[in-house]
């Protein structure tokens, strides 16, 4: 059994560095595809509540997005 020396505090090892960067680009494809979901629920007439509650979005959020912010 080969015991692998741990690196030192606050070093991320290359693997899991691998792994959070594939995370976070995924998180960041799907934030895109909800707000442009939201978005297009807005143009066809949804509220901005109703948006929020179905979300889980604050209504700020969902009215900041819909001004283009």
Same mark, same amino acid.
């Given at each position: *059994? +080969? ?7 606050? +070093? ?6 691998? =792994?959070?960067?594939?995370? *976070? ?6 934030? %895109?595809?909800?707000?442009?979901? %939201? ?9 901005? =509540?109703?948006?929020?509650?179905? +979300?889980?979005?604050? &209504?700020? &959020?969902?009215? =900041? ?5």
């Amino acid at each position: *059994m +080969t015991l692998v020396s741990p690196l030192p505090r606050g +070093t991320i090892n290359p693997d899991d560095q691998k =792994r959070l960067k594939q995370a *976070m680009r995924a998180k960041n494809a799907a934030e %895109v595809e909800v707000r442009a979901a %939201v978005l297009e629920a807005a143009e066809h007439g949804a509220s901005v =509540r109703e948006l929020a509650a179905f +979300t889980g979005l604050s &209504t700020n &959020t969902v009215s =900041r997005w819909k001004r283009g912010e």
